[in-house]
């Protein structure tokens, strides 16, 4: 794997500690033996990391351990030390012995705790996603291990339980029982039988599932929690990443009924500081041996690793939104690799990253027969196809065509029903009734948008009221709805449905569940509700704006909505039924096939014929036009790396009269994974070169951006 530059590992963390860095040492003061505080008799140097955005001092700097830390310096723990007269943080990378012929070195201040949170393989780990992703140590650990909290850290040392509040966990006689029944749900697809006596073998298989359905005994979340039971039987640790905090509870609560709950710590940083480090010390001492969570939660430290699991990797929820932005599916790419644990990549659709692991023959599918899916699926109807036009010639520009209103309305009669709107608000965008020119704002050209039926129109980027609104294209003064949010979406299914209950689930009031009562569950995509017993039919609108978006994965993630979406309605024999408006094409076809394996392995093909990502890796440098252009300039020329750019990153902002020196420009550079290494390697030299001597400004530096392109 590490040839062809698909998990490209940094090197050997302890070697790089041991560099001395004399040069950026040599402006303090030297410390005496008479004068200094007396060095530790053993090992009196320790390598130090310093927490610092700064690119040029992404290395370890030594300093000398006063005798009365020596016992509690230890690697991995949190220090303080002085740093070009300021006191920083930083943790201890290794202790080491003196050299006689270096400079005199400065003492460390203090140790913060003496908890080692920082241990090797977590550190091997961070080191490789710094190398992928060309970022700094620092910024990867400011993800991967958590605020700490002193009182918590007084009971880990002490040896006092951590556990939280008592949940709801399976003890006893009853695990046999329940992990048989789930285990179950995998002999009905290919390879998912093998997959599991492998796992409880003590091996290390590679799998991509792609699973059928997302609620009830067969969904995904009991899918997941057999494969982390087999592991567990084997004497090994687990680590679960899901996307969003409702997933997390679905997950969580699988895992609890084949698992004691001592035995689950939860990583999300939205339980709060003192929650998610209790679970991190837990994990840490070995008291729980399953991590799941979001993003961070990749980085656990679970001991003797045995399973990666990654849920729905083509969810842009799994991109850290902070340097070096690195994404989950990575991140547990690369420590299955280093750990040598099992990988297991799920989602009921199928990105083009996982397919080009399957492809590769490093991961093998997992896929349900197509007698099974076509018993456990829905039956899926296209409202543009020729019999619905013949039926409807009105179909292709309604929003609600007659095929979804009588879907609905049926589908009412015997439970809830789903309907997946791609835009929030109410009225997100308007038109020139005249012109159908878009609406600006004349303060700052931002696109205009009413929130409620009442509401005046205002701006949605700066909130300026339009109340005197006039088109600049042809003068005319009056509105219309460019397209349709939630809220008005339900608003005119409460009127074409009288009597109905109507839910809405998006923006901060997004529900988990929804009963099994007949009701209209109004939802923009990823804020889909589970029902107890799946949706009796789902209408999935504003199919034909999802695809034509201007990106390069617009297809591919309408159908990772799509299949997310219809996977929560019940199957074709129940009754189910999902109506979809979208115009013919690939997308469309994959969903009434339901074959997202065969639509990601077409993707990738034309990816790969046009040398486009996944097919290569993708940086994007933006910044200032001097800056890029320097930056991409001070790459090595052996890498004939293709380039695109620099060009205006708003050509909006060019319009309005900024200088061309001014506006930011972005270079795309395309990395063939055979120099990705390589490149990624240089691209972090250069950055800290241009810190160090200032020669130009600091640009953003992203790899495999999913929205760059």
């Given at each position: 794997m590490g040839e062809d530059g698909l998990f490209p590992l940094a090197g050997n963390p302890s070697a790089a500690a041991s560099a001395r860095q004399p040069s950026l040492l040599q402006g303090f003061p030297a410390q005496s033996a008479a004068g200094g505080p007396e060095p530790a008799a053993v090992d009196p140097v320790a390598a130090v990391l310093i927490e610092s955005p700064l690119p040029h001092l992404d290395r370890p700097f030594d300093y000398s351990v006063p005798a009365k830390l020596a016992d509690s310096a230890l690697p991995g723990v949190r220090v303080k030390v002085r740093f070009n007269g300021q006191?920083?943080?930083?943790?201890?990378?290794?202790?080491?012995?003196?050299?006689?012929?270096?400079?005199?070195?400065?003492?460390?201040?203090?140790?913060?705790?003496?908890?080692?949170?920082?241990?090797?393989?977590?550190?091997?780990?961070?080191?490789?996603?710094?190398?992928?992703?060309?970022?700094?140590?620092?910024?990867?650990?400011?993800?991967a291990i958590p605020p700490r909290v002193a009182g918590l850290e007084k009971g880990y040392?002490?040896?006092?339980?951590?556990?939280?509040?008592?949940?709801?966990?399976?003890?006893?006689?009853?695990?046999?029982?329940?992990?048989?029944?789930?285990?179950?749900?995998?002999?009905?697809?290919?390879?998912?039988?093998?997959?599991?006596?492998?796992?409880?073998?003590?091996?290390?298989?590679?799998?991509?599932?792609?699973?059928?359905?997302?609620?009830?005994?067969?969904?995904?979340?009991?899918?997941?929690?057999?494969?982390?039971?087999?592991?567990?039987?084997?004497?090994?640790?687990?680590?679960?990443?899901?996307?969003?905090?409702?997933?997390?509870?679905?997950?969580?609560?699988?895992?609890?009924?084949?698992?004691?709950?001592?035995?689950?710590?939860?990583?999300?940083?939205?339980?709060?500081?003192?929650?998610?480090?209790?679970?991190?010390?837990?994990?840490?001492?070995?008291?729980?041996?399953?991590?799941?969570?979001?993003?961070?939660?990749?980085?656990?430290?679970?001991?003797?690793?045995?399973?990666?699991?990654?849920?729905?990797?083509?969810?842009?929820?799994?991109?850290?939104?902070?340097?070096?932005?690195?994404?989950?599916?990575?991140?547990?790419?690369?420590?299955?690799?280093?750990?040598s644990a099992a990988c297991l990549m799920a989602a009921h659709s199928r990105s083009t990253e996982l397919q080009r692991l399957v492809g590769t023959g490093w991961a093998v599918p997992v896929e349900a027969p197509r007698p099974v899916v076509r018993s456990r699926t829905p039956r899926v109807l296209n409202t543009a196809d020729s019999f619905e036009q013949e039926r409807d010639p009105l179909a292709r520009i309604a929003r609600l065509p007659g095929a979804a209103w009588r879907a609905a309305k049926e589908g009412l009669e015997r439970g809830p029903v789903l309907v997946q709107v791609a835009r929030a608000g109410?009225?997100?965008?308007?038109?020139?009734?005249?012109?159908?020119?878009?609406?600006?704002?004349?303060?700052?050209?931002?696109?205009?948008?009413?929130?409620?039926?009442?509401?005046?129109?205002?701006?949605?980027?700066?909130?300026?009221?339009?109340?005197?609104?006039?088109?600049?294209?042809?003068?005319?003064?009056?509105?219309?709805?460019?397209?349709?949010?939630?809220l008005r979406t339900a608003e005119e299914l409460g009127r074409a449905f009288p009597g109905k209950t109507v839910i809405t689930s998006s923006g901060d009031q997004v529900k988990a569940r929804v009963g099994t009562a007949p009701a209209l569950v109004v939802a923009t995509i990823g804020a889909e509700p589970v029902a107890d017993a799946g949706y009796a039919a789902a209408l999935l609108l504003d199919g034909a704006s999802l695809l034509r978006r201007e990106n390069l994965r617009a297809g591919e993630d309408t159908v990772r909505r799509w299949f997310n979406a219809a996977a929560l309605v019940r199957?074709?024999?129940?009754?189910?039924?999902?109506?979809?408006?979208?115009?013919?094409?690939?997308?469309?076809?994959?969903?009434?096939?339901?074959?997202?394996?065969?639509?990601?392995?077409?993707e990738l093909a034309l990816r790969q014929e046009l040398k486009l990502p996944p097919a290569v890796r993708v940086a994007s440098v933006t910044g200032p036009r001097a800056d890029v252009v320097h930056f991409t300039g001070a790459l090595g020329r052996s890498l004939?790396?293709?380039?695109?750019?620099?060009?205006?990153?708003?050509?909006?902002?060019?319009?309005?009269?900024?200088?061309?020196?001014?506006?930011?420009?972005?270079?795309?550079?395309?990395?063939?994974?055979?120099?990705?290494?390589?490149?990624?390697?240089?691209?972090?030299?250069?950055?800290?070169?241009?810190?160090?001597?200032?020669?130009?400004?600091?640009?953003?530096?992203?790899?495999?951006?999913v929205d760059v392109l």
């Open positions: 006191e920083l943080s930083g943790y201890i990378l290794e202790r080491k012995g003196y050299d006689p012929g270096g400079p005199a070195l400065v003492p460390l201040l203090k140790v913060v705790s003496e908890v080692p949170v920082l241990g090797p393989s977590l550190l091997a780990l961070a080191s490789a996603v710094a190398g992928r992703y060309a970022g700094t140590l620092s910024d990867v650990l400011r993800t040392l002490a040896g006092d339980e951590l556990h939280d509040a008592p949940k709801s966990g399976t003890e006893g006689e009853q695990i046999t029982a329940i992990r048989r029944d789930t285990a179950g749900s995998w002999a009905s697809y290919g390879n998912g039988t093998a997959f599991l006596q492998h796992l409880a073998a003590g091996g290390s298989p590679h799998a991509v599932l792609t699973a059928v359905q997302g609620y009830g005994p067969d969904g995904w979340p009991r899918l997941v929690a057999a494969a982390v039971a087999a592991v567990r039987s084997s004497g090994r640790g687990a680590v679960v990443v899901v996307p969003d905090h409702r997933d997390l509870d679905r997950m969580e609560q699988a895992l609890l009924e084949v698992l004691p709950a001592a035995d689950v710590a939860r990583l999300t940083a939205e339980d709060g500081q003192t929650p998610r480090y209790r679970s991190y010390l837990r994990l840490l001492r070995g008291d729980a041996g399953v991590a799941v969570g979001t993003r961070s939660a990749a980085y656990a430290p679970v001991q003797d690793l045995g399973l990666v699991v990654c849920w729905d990797d083509g969810d842009d929820l799994h991109i850290d939104q902070r340097a070096p932005y690195a994404h989950s599916r990575e991140v547990l790419l690369l420590r299955s690799e280093q750990e109410y009225a997100p965008s308007l038109v020139c009734e005249d012109c159908r020119e878009p609406a600006r704002c004349t303060n700052c050209q931002g696109p205009l948008a009413v929130t409620g039926p009442s509401s005046p129109p205002q701006c949605r980027w700066c909130s300026t009221p339009a109340p005197e609104w006039h088109c600049r294209h042809c003068g005319g003064r009056r509105l219309r709805r460019g397209a349709a949010g939630v199957p074709a024999s129940d009754g189910g039924l999902v109506v979809v408006t979208a115009d013919d094409s690939t997308a469309t076809g994959a969903l009434l096939r339901w074959d997202p394996a065969g639509f990601a392995a077409r004939e790396l293709r380039a695109v750019g620099p060009s205006p990153l708003s050509v909006s902002a060019a319009r309005q009269g900024s200088q061309p020196e001014e506006a930011d420009v972005r270079t795309l550079l395309f990395i063939p994974y055979g120099q990705a290494a390589q490149a990624t390697k240089e691209m972090r030299a250069v950055k800290a070169a241009s810190a160090a001597k200032r020669t130009a400004g600091p640009v953003q530096l992203r790899l495999d951006g």
